[in-house]
């Protein structure tokens, strides 16, 4: 079997939404920034690069068209590199890695460029419409409700309070203040524009300074829409619950942000001609699909999936990335797979603190996490992310 | 027949009048055709004016249609030839323009929509819009396709999900009526005017490059418009029926395409509202069944007549004032007697509260209001009632003081007068006995808030005499109530069917399944309350009396110290935790001020939760399946004697879910064998009270459905 390595995965900083600095460039331009990082910081010759897989989940207007494809030309990348974009919801990132590491394990392509982006300052979640959320017969037949409606309900059934919600968001604000202080986001590049201005070197959307009492004055941000009907809706499936409580709050849920990560993906030929240094392997990969309503119980079924490929168990595993899209997620995760304390998750915080690029995200988070097991001169990590639809991915790697 | 006629300005008026008639022998299609081909054929022509009238044939003649339209191909083929007519029309190339003399709904409302210009009468009563969406039914003759391009998706969803019909000024605002006028002339000469104004005219839409106002559904704000929309039905717990997602997919389908593909599409879904069993339930139970039973088809054929000018209502009680209510609102003079003029004074306040309540809802004018009022007549006297057609007794739930007031007035009353007791439980039989003529003594049950609710059951038994019958329910149809009549027995339909209903719920409650999913499956099922929220609103007290008038003679077969499971919750509520419901803000809700009620948390302590994530259907199926049971049951003991008053005593009684089309229509829905074989997988689980009466086997023998 050829192994899948993975050499380098690099991001973006995140920009804060709308006046954030990332908004004042395009999509295109910045995943550009990222290819001619990578090609410069290797000397990458791109004619070697078989395919370039990026996921974005609202890929229309400014992202539209295959935004892959057209960043590689506008970077001036050989043109003889095919690419696509790809959408698995918040999982497109992740699961562009994982599909490049299919490929590669396959025998049939070499080297690949994998990753995401998502400037949700110009392009606004639900930019792209779909019959899910829009088209009334479908949303009705599924009982569809919005993510926060679904996080809010983990929330209920799993008897999580508010003071459990935001004392993980305040730990996620500490713990990313802290990784920032301490540099510990090494895969983070910093973006110019056109004149060689920095726009951006660091992350924007976290805040330091966040207490307990100020997390707690948050108005809950999903009771107006789940009052609306919402809730209703959510409750003809979740017939034994009474009432939804709403705990999720834009200080618990993930920031919205822009930003763009990339990964490279290779077989061992690359080592040696090349003379490229692996920094992980990956060692299993995994989706899964769970109810559509709730929406968000998708990491602990994918990372039980990926464990079991892997011949692993969770107790083996050094570092856990689990994507913060809601605080409740994260605690539903570690509920179900039995983890009693906050030592291996998200040590440098995450999306409540740093925010969710959608379509980047999976990548960012692996990046974090390759750089960490680094850092603390540990073997073995794993990314799990909530997917919208109602599924799961899940990547295990292991350094080398 | 539509009259047609040209002026000498060579306009041409097509003239709709209110009182034509249109039926299989008239069709309005071909008629209208008809006209198109004579237009056609003119010469010379400047335009065309639709006179438009309040036409009552032509909308319930196509409702009637409908109701016999089961293969969706043929239904398909002819919307598609019907709407091909207007549609000609519409594209006639000559300005066009409706005048709305009267209000317009459904078919004659979509005429007007294929004008270019609309003008209606400047009336405040006067309506407009499509009523047959409360029928299941959505505009199905390019109507819809044609007012989204004229306002827009957001105005035309919020019209046709909520309002449904408007008035002048509303409809001038939205931009679906262009003027208004104070008279005929003015309309005429209005419509004129934008005649010699116009020599050519095209509907926008079928001008290059229309856009739709607000845009397409996956323009501007529209997403999330559309999706609040959507959740809105689901709260306002629509999603039993079909027609509001129907509205939703047929605007937001249809305007980002071509006008033919969006009139397309709205055929689909009118096809499969039309031939759907929705439409037809309400469309048989709405207009049929109820047309049928106000018509008089239930009463007995004689010439009896009495004009009730005056009647007296004894109690100005919950029920007495609102009985004197809508008989003043039927220009019937009204003693309304009570024992003491306090009791009279809060029963005047009552009634004065719902005529303010009308006037500010511009409803009726402060005259007509002060002459309402002016004809209800406060007494304690009992001398007053010698020359009252009607007495209607409506004084409290007791025997002994129902008795006393009987005897009473009798001394006073004229020996042709009619009495009348206002009882829900109470034995008519047993009652008749204090009347010294019980042929004129009969039992009325006027549900509450009287104003409101449209049913009225009469209990006649075998003493009360055809003529007293007869009059009653003649004075029900002229109080605009719909009379269905029973024989006296316990609970006589209603309360004995609809008691079903709340049994079941606490035989849940007693079983372990919790009280909030009790309540929110009921509301799933399509009833407008959970049964723990209406025993509240009952008084619980009050329905462990009505359990014991009821239970004791219905099922005296039963052993003494058996008890149901449902009388131990009300016995628990009642003489345990002293919970008696809304009236003293504690019942199976807690009910704090200013707050929403909740649920009392210390319900679960007596009732133990067995059932935590139970198969819903399995509620749904008991809830229906007792109040289906004990309808049949009714019927085969002839306490209720036709088809149509079951189900038209369900629905406007006690609201079982008039999509189901009543209770008896539910079994012919559901499939009188597949019925049966559910009710006896229930009878072998949770009780006797499951078991299908002898008379469904016998249908099922004969391949019968209810009728």
Known sequence: MNEAFIFDSIRSPRGKNKNGSLSQITPVDLLSKLMLALEKKYQLDTSLINDVIIGCVMPVNDQGANIGKIAAQYSGWDVDIPSMQINRCCG?????????AMKIRSGWEDLIVSGGIECMSRVPIGADGGPMAFETKVASRINYVPQGIGADLIATIEGFTRQDLDAYALMSQKRASEAIKNKRFRSLVPIYDQNDLLLIAEDEHVRPNTSLMQLSKLKPAFEKIGKNGYDEIALQKYIHIEEISH??????????????????????????????????RILSVATCSTDPTIMLEGPAPATKKALSMANLTIDDIDLI?????????????????????????????????????????????????????EERDLSLGLVTLCVAGGMGIATIIERV | MIQYSKNKNNIIFLKLASQAIFDENNDFFESFSNCIDKIEKEGDINGIVLNLQNNKSINSYEVKKNLEEKDPTNCFKKVEIEKSILRRFETLDFPKVAILDGSIFNLIFELALCCNYRIA??????????????????????????????????QTLDFLLFEKSSNVKSLLEK???????????????????FINKNQKYNQPWDVKDYKIPGGASYQNDNPIIIADYSAKIFKKNLRNYPVYEAIISTVTEGASLSFESASKIESRYYVELVTGDVSKNLVTAHLIQKGKINSGYFRPKNKFKNEFTKICVLGSGLMGHGIA???????????????????????????????????????IEKELADDIFSKVNPSQDYSQIKDCDLIIEAVFEERDIKAKVIKESEKHMKKSAIFASNTSTISINELNKFSSSPENFIG????????????????KTKKSSAKTLSCVFDFIRKINKTPIIVNDSPGFYTTRVFEKYTCEGLALLYEGYPAHLIESTSKNAGFPIGPLAVLDEINIELALKIRKEIGSNLYSQKSENHVEPWDEVLNFMVNKVKRGGRSSSSGFYEYPKNERKYLWPELHNHFVIQFNKPDQQLLIDRLLFVQALETVRCYEEGVIQSFDEANIGSIYGWGFPAFRGGTLQFINDYGLVKFKKRALELASKYGERYIPPKIIDRMIESDETFS
């Not at chain 2, 931009?175 to 005017?193: F, I, K, M, R, Y």
């Not at chain 2, 808030?449 to 449209?454: A, F, G, K, S």
Request: charged share 20%; no cysteine; glycine share 10%.
């Open chain 1, 92 to 100: 497109s990132g992740l699961e562009a890695v994982n599909l490049a």
């Open chain 1, 247 to 280: 705990l999720h709050t834009a200080g618990n849920s993930s920031g919205i942000v822009d930003g763009a990560s990339i990964t490279l993906v290779g077989s061992k030929i690359n080592v040696n001609s090349l003379g490229l240094k692996p920094r992980a």
């Open chain 1, 321 to 373: 990335e689990v994507n913060e899209a809601f605080a409740a997620v994260v605690l539903k995760f570690m509920k179900e797979m039995n983890i009693d304390n906050f030592d291996k998750i998200n040590v440098n915080g995450g999306s409540i603190s740093l925010g969710h690029p959608l379509g980047a995200t999976g990548s960012i988070l692996l990046g974090t996490l390759m750089d960490e097991l």
């Open chain 2, 121 to 154: 009468l400047n009336e405040n009563n006067q309506k407009f819009g499509f009523t047959h969406i409360n029928l299941g039914l959505m505009p199905g003759k390019g109507g819809m396709v044609r007012l989204t391009r004229e306002i827009g998706i957001e």
């Open chain 2, 175 to 193: 931009g679906v009526l262009q003027n208004s006028a104070n008279s005929l002339e003015e309309l005429t000469s209005l419509a004129e005017s």
């Open chain 2, 325 to 363: 209510y809508v008989s003043a609102m039927a220009d019937i003079e009204v003693i309304l007697m009570d024992t003491s003029k306090d009791n009279l004074d809060k029963g005047l306040k009552r009634i004065k509260n719902i005529l303010s309540f009308n006037v500010q809802k511009g409803l």
């Open chain 2, 444 to 459: 009325i049950h006027f549900f509450s808030p009287v104003d409101r609710m449209e049913l009225v059951e009469i209990i």
